[in-house]
């Protein structure tokens, strides 16, 4: 694959298939059974969220930490639900009965396993960011392609109606001229992760499986389960967590790809002496032609813009559309235009992406899938290059035929080295 024919305006393409009408009911209803590879979090609510589509049967699980998967498949044999259980995701994708594989693994090998999936005839539900690197991500796009398979991102904010009506409203050119885009997310939430010696391997897990590709390390609490996205070998922090969910919205409502430059400036500042890498507190700027996109990310406080813990913002010269996951809302400028009071979301996100993306795998279709996976690869491309700015600490220039930026280091955060006997894969 040519890096300069990889994702042309593919933020178009995107916000097409956002808008495409899906239907609900009326499919065929043939069995689909699906394959979770990483049941803590948010794979153990896609499987949830899925197995509520008609027609849909779990039979496979696998996880690296065989307590949890213990659990799962426990808590799914209550339900009359039995399922083959594995320890190493290749013995899974061997599997004659499954259809489908969610990959909801740590960031760092969302690349491997997808490519996997899909070159073994699996359609595949993969969380978000799709890739730890720029280069997985174009990877990942090629092997969709080449394996012609179903991927859906789960970028589910895409599937929730109030979404694609705000876009509508920016869309329709009533805000003006829109000069400013801003996207945040303040995580009130996140506390201080204190530094913690390193440990042995609690007994169950395998733990050379979890690093993978990642450099070898001894154990250590803090950076395993949920933690891993704060820490630069398996993850991108806030900026790829939360980022590729709010500014995904800000480029499809801009109708735009790629920037002509990316700034950032951040640190610790919340928590300095905690064993968190990423920075707690983050602003990035992305410049385009005639308006600028805005990042912030901020922990321990969750009074953010507008006084929103998350959202968007588009701010034209009549008002500003303000949105995020509870609904959205027009504040004027003064004589310029209209109010609109606030629009409450009326539905749940993920279980009607699930649905979309069930719909689109019996159809053996990508047309009309909600988060395909070159949108999830240009959002997770996006986020990744505020992380490259803030770790360069330059203002970098993005050439988008070339696929890279001006500077030589930066375009050495392109790629993520892989260790331990694993190597980037080929398509």
Not at 364 to 378: C, D
């Amino acid at each position: 694959m040519k890096r300069k024919e990889f994702i042309r305006n593919t933020s178009l393409l995107a916000a097409s298939a956002l808008f495409a009408q899906t239907k609900v009911f009326g499919f065929q209803a043939d069995t689909v059974r699906v394959g979770l590879i990483g049941t803590n979090g948010m794979g153990w609510s896609n499987l949830n969220a899925i197995l509520k589509v008609p027609g849909v049967q779990c039979t496979a699980l696998c996880d690296v930490d065989e307590n949890v998967l213990k659990n799962r498949a426990e808590e799914l044999k209550k339900r009359n639900v039995d399922v083959k259980t594995y320890i190493d995701y290749k013995d899974l994708l061997k599997a004659n009965d499954v259809d489908v594989v969610i990959v909801a693994t740590p960031d760092h090998w969302h690349c491997m396993q997808m490519v996997d999936a899909v070159a073994a005839g699996k359609d595949v539900y993969v969380e978000k960011p799709i890739g730890n690197s720029i280069r997985e991500c174009e990877i990942m796009v090629a092997a969709a392609k080449k394996y012609k398979r179903v991927v859906q991102v789960g970028q589910w904010q895409r599937s929730q109606q109030h979404f694609r009506d705000a876009m509508d409203f920016v869309h329709s050119g009533k805000l003006g001229k829109i000069r400013l885009v801003k996207a945040w997310a303040y995580q009130g939430w996140m506390k201080s992760i204190p530094v913690q010696a390193d440990a042995n391997v609690p007994t169950g897990v395998h733990y050379d499986k979890w690093l993978g590709p990642a450099p070898k390390r001894a154990f250590n609490p803090n950076r395993f389960h949920f933690n891993f996205r704060w820490y630069w070998d398996y993850a991108g922090g806030l900026m790829t967590d939360w980022g590729v969910h709010m500014l995904d919205y800000a480029l499809i409502g801009m109708k735009v790809s790629d920037p002509v430059s990316v700034m950032a400036a951040g640190g610790k500042f919340a928590y300095p002496d905690d064993a968190a890498e990423t920075p707690d507190s983050l602003t990035t700027v992305y410049e385009f032609d005639g308006f600028n996109v805005q990042w912030e990310q901020a922990t321990g406080i969750d009074l953010g813009p507008y006084q929103k813990t998350h959202g968007v913002a588009f701010i034209g010269n009549n008002g500003t559309l303000v949105v995020n996951r509870e609904g959205w809302e027009v504040i004027p400028e003064k004589g310029r235009m209209d109010a609109v009071s606030f629009q409450r979301s009326q539905d749940n996100g993920l279980d009607k992406h699930m649905v979309n993306f069930v719909e689109a795998v019996r159809k053996k279709s990508v047309e009309g899938l909600h988060a395909p996976i070159e949108a999830g690869a240009h959002i997770a491309i996006f986020s990744q290059m505020g992380n490259i700015a803030y770790r360069s600490k330059k203002k970098l220039f993005w050439d988008k035929q070339k696929r890279s930026f001006n500077d030589k280091d930066a375009d050495g955060y392109l790629v993520k080295v892989y260790h331990n006997g694993y190597n980037l894969p080929k398509v």
